[in-house]
């Protein structure tokens, strides 16, 4: 996954993935060399779905448009729970009530 991600994207700083059961973070230096791997609890189960609710919440296309519109992202990121998918739900919903009135 590394190499593959490194071919496509020159400057990487972390990579994201979902699973079906957890989901892991993946980051590198500033010189693009791999750092650490961590990994929530498998309390995570449904984070792919719980992401395809988050973009039709809002109103985007798909999952790969959510992804794209997070890449972008300039601004700060909200705190957003990790150890379960119903409390990052209620995280995001009260943040984005803050951008979103």
């Known amino acids: 996954m590394i190499a ?4 496509y994207h020159a400057e990487i700083g972390s990579i994201l993935f ?4 957890n989901f892991g973070l993946i980051t590198f230096n500033e010189l693009g ?3 650490r791997f961590r990994s ?3 309390c995570a189960a449904g984070t792919g779905s719980f992401l395809d609710q988050q973009a039709k919440r809002l109103n985007l ?3 790969e448009t959510l992804s794209s ?7 700060n990121t909200p705190k957003i ?5 119903v409390f990052a739900k209620t995280d995001l919903i009260h943040a984005s009530r803050k ?3």
Not at 18 to 21: I, P, R, T
Not at 69 to 75: D, G, K, L, Y
């Open 4 to 7: 593959a991600v490194k071919k």
């Open 18 to 21: 979902v699973g079906g059961e």
């Open 33 to 35: 060399d791999y750092e």
């Open 40 to 42: 929530n609890s498998s």
């Open 61 to 63: 296309k798909s999952i």
């Open 69 to 75: 519109v997070a890449f972008c992202n300039q601004s």
């Open 81 to 85: 729970a990790t150890r379960c998918a």
């Open 99 to 101: 951008v979103i009135p």
